[in-house]
C-alpha cells in the first residue's frame, strides 16, 4: 500500500490562492490513478479534482472548476491542487488519494490509498 502525505493547508483570506501537495512513499504511486477530496466539517468527504496517471484526463468538481488546477511530477512522486480565488466554503480537511482504475473515479470507494489530510481553512 502507498503512503502518502499532504502539506501545505493553512489559514488564508478570501480570494487568496494556496498550493498542497502529497507526496507518496512508493514509486507505484506514478502508475496510478490521483484525485483530491475534501471534508468540511459535519459534512461528507467530496471529490474535488482528479487526474489520470497519464496526466492526459483531467476533471474537477463544479464548485472548483476554473479556480482550481491538479497536476503531477512523477519525478518526484508528488500531486499537486493549486487552488486560487479561495471561497470560505471551500474550507474543509483536504485529502488526497490514488486508484488502480479510472472508472467512476468521482467515488470514494475506488481508492485504495489515502493520505491523512491537510486542514484548509478560508476566512472571509
Known amino acids: 500500500q502507498v503512503q502518502l502525505v499532504e502539506s501545505g493547508g493553512r489559514l488564508v483570506e478570501a480570494g487568496g490562492s494556496l498550493r498542497l501537495s502529497c507526496a507518496a512513499s512508493?514509486?507505484?504511486?506514478?502508475?496510478?490513478?490521483k484525485a483530491w477530496f475534501r471534508q468540511a466539517q459535519g459534512k461528507d468527504r467530496e471529490f474535488v479534482a482528479f487526474?489520470?496517471?497519464?496526466?492526459?484526463?483531467?476533471d474537477y468538481a463544479e464548485s472548483v472548476e476554473g479556480r482550481f488546477t491538479i497536476s503531477t511530477d512523477n519525478a518526484k512522486n508528488t500531486v499537486y491542487l493549486q487552488m486560487n480565488s479561495l471561497k470560505p466554503e471551500d474550507t474543509g480537511v483536504y485529502y488526497c488519494?490514488?486508484?488502480?482504475?479510472?472508472?467512476?473515479?468521482?467515488?470514494?470507494?475506488?481508492?485504495?490509498?489515502w493520505g491523512q489530510g491537510t486542514q484548509v481553512t478560508v476566512s472571509s
Open positions: 512508493e514509486r507505484t504511486f506514478t502508475e496510478k490513478h
Open positions: 487526474i489520470s496517471r497519464s496526466g492526459s484526463t483531467k
Open positions: 488519494a490514488a486508484s488502480p482504475t479510472e472508472y467512476t473515479y468521482r467515488l470514494r470507494r475506488v481508492y485504495d490509498d
